[in-house]
């Protein structure tokens, strides 16, 4: 009995050792992982044209109010609220029965005063006159004159003329209104809107900014470009006439921390009217020998810096710090940290660790935004809105 029971303790022991030696065989002929696939985009330096997107408001050309410079009751209004009018245009008659009759008078007064200096004048070579009497003929002619000037002004401003080219509002006097000379209210007001002024306001510390990267020489500025204006309407169209700026105020607004701009834009169409709110695109100069890194391809540390897992030339990850300094449209601006033909990893970064092999291939998560011409931009500083555009030439 004793025996049986050895003999099967043995055989049990035997069949757990060949188990046993058997999973450690499986375990040694297992399939080896592959390293994991990465999507990679190719960092290459280029030259970028940065602009800055600032608040502005449109502002009229030229603007009239047409106000009356004699009293009377109108007797027509001759132009459709709404429309262009030229300079010069009649735009409204007042009765001028009293004014041509006072114009009549002093004509008369007038020709009575030429007639008697003649006569004096002619006195006056043989002393049939004295040397007053024909100083009071010559004084009365003279006033005769600015008498009948004066009348011949009120008669002509009867007639109430554009004094300006432009679009003219609605009129806030109609036919039998009794108008004033100096009244408050004014009857209408012409705009002139093409071309049509655009007022921006920049903050100081942007400018600030923009000058040290000129000095430093980071930012070349051409003056022509620079003093380009575009203009983005609040559909998210850019508008098709770009503009140039025409000064800059000397002086900081206290309360805004800015300062005042001017630009001014052909407006042929227009589609811009006075008192629009629109977003003005200004260019600030240029960068050399920066890249454009898409967005997900930047990571950020603990200490919340930018970097990049980029894929060495032994085919391993490693982690490289960068300066970027901006969104461009979907990408990132860095200026260091880069070098020319660095692999930057966009896709399969869950997965990575320094030194770990990988395998490389394109990526397919990445689209580059950086158009400026279709409004679409997502850059975003936080004191002003800032974008920018690859050099296509």
């Not at 002509?156 to 806030?172: F, L, N």
């Amino acid at each position: 009995m004793y025996l049986r029971f050895s003999i099967i303790k043995v055989v049990a022991v035997t069949t757990l050792l060949a188990l046993i030696a058997g999973c450690g065989q499986e375990q040694s002929t297992a399939p080896q992982m592959p390293p994991p696939a990465v999507g990679v985009v190719v960092a290459q330096p280029t030259t970028l044209n940065l602009t800055t997107d600032l608040p502005g408001r449109t502002v009229a050309y030229r603007l009239a109010e047409v106000r009356p410079q004699v009293n009377g009751i109108i007797k027509k209004r001759l132009f459709e609220e709404g429309s262009y009018v030229e300079e010069g245009q009649l735009l409204y008659q007042i009765d001028d029965a009293k004014y041509k009759a006072e114009y009549q008078r002093t004509q008369a007064t007038l020709n009575n005063a030429e007639r008697l200096a003649k006569r004096y004048k002619e006195l006056k070579k043989t002393n049939a006159v004295s040397q007053q009497q024909y100083d009071d003929a010559m004084a009365a002619l003279d006033l005769a004159q600015a008498e009948a000037e004066i009348a011949k002004i009120d008669l002509d401003y009867t007639r109430i003329v554009a004094p300006i080219s432009g679009k003219i509002g609605r009129s806030s006097a109609s036919e039998g209104a009794l108008v004033t000379d100096g009244q408050n209210l004014s009857m209408a007001t012409i705009q002139q809107v093409d071309p049509i002024y655009v007022d921006i306001n920049q903050p100081v510390k942007q400018l600030y900014r923009l000058r040290e990267q000129m000095e430093s020489g980071q930012l070349t500025v051409s003056e022509d470009e620079h003093a380009k204006v575009r203009l983005l309407l609040e559909s998210g169209q850019v508008f098709e006439h770009p503009g140039m700026l025409k000064f800059s105020e000397v002086s900081v607004n206290e309360g805004t921390g800015s300062v005042a701009l001017r630009a001014v834009f052909p407006n042929p169409e227009g589609k811009l009217l006075p008192g629009m709110f629109v977003k003005t695109r200004l260019n600030s100069g240029q960068r050399d020998n920066v890249y454009l890194v898409p967005q997900q391809g930047v990571q950020r540390d603990l200490q919340g810096n930018p970097i990049a897992w980029v894929v060495n030339d032994s085919d391993q990850v490693e982690i490289k710090t960068l300066t970027a300094e901006q969104s461009v449209g979907n990408q990132w601006l860095v200026t260091s940290g880069l070098v020319n033909g660095d692999r930057v990893v966009t896709e399969g970064l869950f997965m990575l660790r320094p030194g770990v092999p990988v395998t490389v291939t394109p990526a397919s998560n990445v689209a580059p935004d950086t158009d400026l011409t279709d409004g679409n931009e997502k850059a975003q500083e936080s004191d002003v809105q800032t974008t920018a555009d690859t050099d296509k030439s």
